[in-house]
């Protein structure tokens, strides 16, 4: 799995570059709309919207109960605070390093959390930041805002304007892949949480549902005291 997380962030990265068909930001008028929120095009929007909303996900994630931590194959820890504040900005291009980098050599229990590491979640967790992520009323909000643009861009947003944005410009086409790629990586993000929180790894299906999914998973968790 490292290697393949390695591999699909460098190919990520070539095809942004190089291969992404359209206009650049630069000479892009839908950009340039997306990024003042002038769009007229719902879905657009939406997508946009979704994906400031998956870093928060994320967070929830991966610092609701510390600012996390995972060892690497050479035994170091590997911060993670970094990779979710730049993925506010970058998205799957600062998360997958941080999946890559931190995935064990070996499957099954190596994705368990050590008694330490517990230990380090429940000190840890109980700072400002841990709070907030870690609350219901947060992941409320987060599915509420998920469902209501889901509902504005399906009732009078227009597909087809989408398909022909994914073409015409890069910014869009990106965005998109993107999306699909966070959606994903998402499975191995719930995958890992299950298990080191000691709940079962089919919680990890949750993670083909875009945005809810994982909202799901973390209003399914219990309260910890």
Known sequence: MRYILWLLWLAFIVY???????NSPGNDPIFRELLTLQSRELWLLTVFSWLGIFPCIYACLLLRKSVKTRGTRNGKLV????????????????????????????????????????????????TGIARVVASKLTHLVLLLLTL????????????????????????????TIDFGVLTLLSTLAILRDARDNRRTGYW????????AGPLLYLFAESEQP
């Open 16 to 22: 942004a570059l190089f291969m992404a068909p359209g």
């Open 148 to 175: 209501s643009m889901a509902f504005y861009a399906v009732s009078q947003g227009n597909p087809e304007r989408y398909a022909e944005a994914f073409n015409q410009s890069s910014f869009v086409n990106i965005m």
């Open 79 to 126: 911060p993670v605070w970094p990779f979710v504040l730049f993925s506010f900005g970058l998205g799957a291009f600062a998360l997958l390093p941080y999946y890559a980098w931190t995935s064990p050599s070996r499957t099954g229990s190596a994705y368990e959390a050590d008694d330490d590491e517990r230990t380090l979640a429940a000190e840890c967790g109980k």
């Open 204 to 211: 990890a299906w949750l993670g083909l549902l875009p945005l």
